[in-house]
């Protein structure tokens, strides 16, 4: 049931294909690594301020850059439904969703 796991891991973020529900791990380490580096605040501090309120957006965004496109051809999306990892359909009866660490 790995594919089935949703949002931010130890060993990094899992984004699901919007089209066929299949998930890919992308690491902790790429995502830090491709990360721009922050301003320093004693410097610039709006321009840090800014970087900041920004993070997760940027964040998310790379993840999904980083995972690429899936093997159907499909997306990678944060907000793609969970799908039964048989017939893919996403009508599921899901009592619970939550995270794993």
Do not use: N
Not at 81 to 86: G, Q, S, T
């Amino acid at each position: 049931m790995a594919h089935q796991l949703d949002g931010a891991l130890m060993a990094g973020y899992r984004p699901r294909c919007a089209d066929c529900g299949q998930a890919r791990l992308v690491s902790i380490e790429d995502v830090f690594g491709a990360e721009p580096e922050a301003p320093d605040a004693s410097v610039d501090p709006a321009a840090y301020e800014e970087y900041d309120g920004q993070r997760w957006s940027r964040r998310e965004q790379l993840v999904l850059e980083l995972a690429g496109t899936c093997d159907c051809g499909g997306r990678f999306a944060s907000d793609a439904p969970l799908r039964c990892p048989k017939c893919r359909s996403t009508e599921l009866d899901v009592e619970h969703e939550g995270s794993a660490d």
